[in-house]
Every structure is written in structure tokens, then in C-alpha cells.
């Protein structure tokens, strides 16, 4: 589900900048929000998200990325 800022705050909540792209779209998550574990009070998504979204990308750096994720993490 697509959702435009309800507000101007909204965009200001999120430090949204003007892009002359066009308009930014936020996205519902389509389900609980799980995290792997927490560092430095941040949140970590869990590794096999972060390998997938390193496969997905169409950029020949982030694969070779998720090679050397995969060799740490034994995915």
C-alpha cells in the first residue's frame, strides 16, 4: 500500500527533502516489524534482510557484498 505524507509535519518528522525526482512515497510494512538485535541503540534488521537486499540490488559492489556477508555469516 502506497501512502503520501499525511502532513507537512509528517515530511518534517522524517526530514524529508524536495526532490526533483518527484514526490516520496511511503510504504506500509506489510507485517510485524522484527529486528535481529540492537547496537548502539539502533535497531539491526535481521541478516538474511539485509543479504536479500544486497542480492536485489543492481549494483555489482553490493553482490560482491553479500558474498563476503554470506562467507561471516555462514547464511
Do not use: C
Request: charged share 25%.
Amino acid at each position: 500500500m502506497f501512502l503520501e505524507p499525511s502532513s507537512r509535519r509528517t515530511g518534517q518528522e522524517l526530514m524529508l527533502l524536495p526532490d526533483s525526482e518527484g514526490p516520496v512515497t511511503l510504504l506500509r510494512a506489510f507485517g510485524e516489524m522484527v529486528f535481529w538485535q540492537q547496537r548502539d541503540n539502533h535497531m539491526l534488521a535481521p541478516p538474511w534482510l539485509i543479504y536479500a537486499e544486497l542480492l536485489n540490488s543492481t549494483d555489482p559492489r553490493a553482490h560482491e557484498a553479500a558474498r563476503e556477508f554470506q562467507k561471516d555469516l555462514w547464511l
